[in-house]
């Protein structure tokens, strides 16, 4: 049986026997691993299952006409935005590790499946199957420590940038307004531009839906606890207003829609409704994996996968940067945690088992995940209920725009700012490249401090030298060139202890220019002594068998040595000796 899809400490020592390894994989916290439910399940509580079944009647209603207009960002028809809806709630109800995702289409994967697909729906669902199974093996392979790249501000960052593209993205239904490009700022200037077209029964309606969320939240937030002195009127009255406000997305969805359908049936038209779609759940059956096109021709399944091209690896790792964003964004604000394996593996599997119900490519929403945490979701069971107003989707985004988070990177670590505004600026661009754009910043930023590591020189009549990490082969010509700049060529030259207690690995590209100071530092009759060399970089030192190594437990030790009379003889005779 496979390791489970969970982050574990490294090997004991000592050998475990076949019988206590295939133990340790059949028990029941390995199938606690592979299903999160387990976890949970067991300890749910029937005061969740209001808050989940609220939570998940919400989103719900919101998902329905989200996913079919995002049906038609992708080019295909409307139904398949449902078909690719509903899937993501069953399966990372199983799977799943955050309590408030909620995987469905989105606006990110449909216009990126719209540069692919060219709105064939056969292509659209060949495309969720191979992006799955791509997802699914770098769970299985363990990979999600790549996802551990994505830095805190570059979270906070696509966050911000996320809350204000679709708070805005949202004013355009308000209004009333049709055929506005996605495109952020395209979207910025249409929207202005066509401000004479709004409809007005669409603004009216979706201003008394915003007002009416926001006092129902800031009843919510005011209301406080009933004390043990009131009478059960006033009780009762508590309940009602908490339950009102605990309701409140799912209540102003059904208002509106039943609004909408009166005026409807009295045949005035005022407000801007989905429409009409085909009816019915769709067939479960196997992907296609050819299609033909009208003229007979046969298009194999090779034809198509070279058709997809880059998309194969652009949609799959952008569904898992997506998801995987939105899942650690609100873990941090509701004091949780993930695990990226196993959030790996429940997109995958939600990929290929929605391409049997002919889904398209799917990810984490942001829209309606900060729907769900709003709400109240308890578990991951909300998602079960899964089936929505612009208001509603404005305010559960609102407090994701966090702008004291800019002051506390100014005053903790000013440099944490340039990954945050590359991914906030970018990402009103393309949201895949502000998240990119973030993650190669932050990458840059670490590998400079990995080739820049700290060093901390003092004097005490040689030269002690402090490293703050580990020695690895960017770091090299860095640490040769501080140490020739202070003691080699300086006149005279100096002796240096390098003081290494912080320095828990080396590489070979490290030894070998370790072996280079040593016969530099012979040639000028001066020495370099290594001090608090932990065990695994001593061995590695020694292996190395290097000419002239010398060695102290501490700096004191190290600055006794040099600061001999006779040390300078023991160097010109090639006397010194390894020593501890």
Same mark, same amino acid.
């Given at each position: ?11 004991? =020592?000592?050998?475990s ?27 749910? &509580? ?7 079944? #609220? ?26 935005g ?13 799977l ?8 469905g289409?989105?606006? $990110?994967?449909?216009l ?18 191979l ?7 770098m769970?299985?392979?363990?990979l ?15 966050t ?13 239904? /308000?209004?009333?307004?049709?055929? =506005? ?31 009416l969320?926001? @006092?129902?939240?800031? @009843? ?18 508590? *309940?009602?207003v ?21 005026w ?7 407000f801007? #409704? ?6 019915? !759940? ?7 994996? *050819? ?27 952008m ?5 995987i ?9 509701n004091d949780?945690? =993930? ?8 997109i995958?599997?939600?990929? $290929?088992?929605g ?27 909300g ?9 509603? #989707? ?9 702008? &004291? ?5 100014? &005053?903790? &670590?000013? !440099? ?39 060093i ?10 402090e !490293? ?7 770091s090299?010509e ?8 202070q ?9 240096? /202890?390098l ?6 690995t ?12 040593l016969?530099?530092?012979k040639?000028?009759g001066?020495?370099?002594?290594f001090?608090?060399l ?6 590695v030192?020694l ?16 600055l ?21």
């Amino acid at each position: 049986m496979m390791e489970p899809l969970v982050d574990r400490p490294g090997p004991q =020592i000592g050998r475990s026997s076949l019988g206590e390894r295939l133990a340790s994989c059949c028990s029941y916290r390995t199938l606690q691993a592979w299903l999160p439910i387990l976890t949970w399940l067991p300890k749910y &509580r029937l005061s969740w299952l209001q808050m989940d079944l #609220i939570a998940g009647l919400t989103v719900g209603l919101t998902t329905v006409p989200q996913a079919l207009a995002y049906a038609e960002v992708a080019g295909l028809p409307v139904q398949y935005g449902l078909y690719s809806a509903f899937m993501g709630g069953f399966i990372y109800t199983v799977l799943g590790t955050s309590k408030d995702v909620t995987l469905g289409p989105t606006a $990110i994967m449909s216009l990126l499946c719209a540069s692919y697909v060219g709105g064939d729906p056969v292509r659209a669902v060949l495309l969720s199957l191979l992006c799955g199974t791509i997802q699914t093996a770098m769970a299985l392979l363990r990979l999600g420590f790549l996802l551990d790249f994505i830095s805190f501000p570059v979270i906070k960052g696509f966050t911000c940038a996320a809350a204000v593209t679709i708070g805005f993205g949202q004013v355009k239904n /308000v209004l009333g307004l049709k055929d =506005i490009p996605h495109e952020f700022f395209l979207q910025v200037y249409y929207t202005f531009y066509r401000i004479p077209e709004t409809r007005i029964g669409d603004v009216v309606l979706g201003l008394l839906c915003l007002c009416l969320l926001v @006092m129902l939240t800031w @009843m919510k937030s005011t209301l406080e606890p009933p004390s043990e002195q009131d009478t059960t009127l006033t009780r009762a009255a508590h *309940s009602l207003v908490w339950g009102i406000a605990t309701v409140r997305n799912a209540l102003v969805v059904v208002a509106a829609s039943l609004v909408a359908f009166s005026w409807n049936a009295f045949g005035s038209p005022v407000f801007t #409704i989905t429409g009409k779609t085909s009816q019915g !759940l769709p067939p479960f059956r196997a992907p296609p994996l *050819s299609e033909t096109t009208p003229n007979g021709t046969v298009i194999s399944f090779g034809e198509l996968v070279d058709d997809f091209g880059g998309g194969l690896a652009v949609i799959p790792f952008m569904g898992l940067l997506e998801s995987i964003a939105i899942a650690k964004a609100f873990a941090s604000q509701n004091d949780y945690r =993930i695990n990226a394996n196993q959030e790996l593996f429940a997109i995958g599997l939600t990929n $290929i088992m929605g391409s049997f119900v002919s889904a398209y490519p799917v990810t984490g929403s942001f829209g309606r995940t900060a729907v769900n945490s709003q709400t109240g979701v308890c578990t991951p069971a909300g998602g079960i209920v899964t089936a929505s107003l612009a208001a509603v #989707i404005i305010c559960a985004v609102a407090p994701m725009v966090d702008y &004291r988070v800019v002051i506390q990177f100014w &005053r903790t &670590r000013k !440099l944490d700012l340039v990954p945050f505004l590359t991914t906030f600026l970018l990402s009103f661009w393309e949201v895949q490249y502000g998240i990119v754009g973030g993650v190669v910043v932050s990458g840059v930023m670490l590998l400079y401090n990995v080739a820049r590591p700290s060093i901390k020189v003092s004097d005490h009549g040689v030269l002690v030298m402090e !490293l703050d990490s580990g020695l690895s082969f960017p770091s090299t010509e860095y640490l040769n060139t501080v140490i020739y700049t202070q003691a080699l060529q300086a006149s005279p030259p100096r002796s240096v /202890v390098l003081d290494c207690h912080h320095v828990n690995t080396v590489d070979y590209t490290v030894v070998n220019e370790l072996r280079d100071l040593l016969r530099q530092f012979k040639l000028r009759g001066v020495g370099l002594i290594f001090s608090g060399l932990q065990y695994s970089v001593l061995e590695v030192l020694l292996a190395a068998d290097l000419p002239g190594l010398r060695h102290t437990a501490s700096v004191e030790a190290a600055l006794t040595i040099l600061l001999e009379p006779t040390y300078t003889e023991e160097l010109e005779e090639g006397e010194i000796t390894s020593q501890k």
